[in-house]
């Protein structure tokens, strides 16, 4: 089986919880695939190859592959492509062999989380190659629950990088935060008391960036700025802190976005509503 693991994911309880969902296991009369139990012999066997349908940037395959070894281990997979490639429409992904049940079970399973995953990293791609080489493209938060490590695995294969992982990994002020600590280099000043080593800081205002720089905020994040401001907001911050423009990016204002000299770019759209990536998978008696 192809290695996959990433830190703080349970490969083998995603994959278990998904099929069980779909099995229905728990529910009256669930725990089973009726159809292909009606309809399949149980020694049957099936050929069967997952293409891309579209240009798309690859991610989720060790995944599948983990779906479909859960119900037959002995199942012969081979993945075509690496994590992270760029391909044509038509291009052959996986091939797999093995018992016909088996995979007709696992098969929407594994379509929908590389569906999913090459959506995301394909999006992304599409930003990153927007940017033209200016700044570097960040995720957000805006994860769908119980996925957000595949999610921003799925960014990292389109060429961008993380934001925070959590509540936990920095602190980041917003306004909300702001409002009740009464102003910005009180709220910085707060958690950086409180040994906090990475800040960030969000500011809508030019007149807020020194006050946080000057508490101890090691990322400014500018909320909602266009170009020129954001030109203005990086020569104040002097190379004293990273910056990020965040907030009204799009596809088209991206570029401008970036080439304003901010060190970051983050878009939520990339986990929020990536569309699916068009992935098909065909299979064949033996």
Known sequence: MTSFSLPGFDLTAFVRSTLDEDLGLGLPGGGHDVTSESVIPAEARFSGVMDSRDAITVAGLPIAEAFFRALDPAMEIELLVEEGAQVAPGTDLMRIEGNARAMLTAER???????????IATLTRTYVDAMEGNGVLLDTRKTIPGLRHLEKYAVRMGGAQNHRMGLWDAAMIKDNHVLVAGGVGEAVRRAKDAGVKSIICEVDRLDQIEP??????????????????LREAVALIGGRAVSEASGGVRLDTIAAIAASGVTYVSV???????????????FTPL
């Open 212 to 229: 946080a720089i000057a508490a101890g905020a090691s990322h400014i994040l500018l909320d909602n700025m266009g170009p020129v401001m």
């Open 268 to 282: 939520g759209r990339l986990t929020q509503s990536a569309p699916a990536a068009d992935i098909g998978l065909d």
């Open 109 to 119: 399973s594994a379509l929908n989380t590389v569906q999913h995953l090459s959506g």
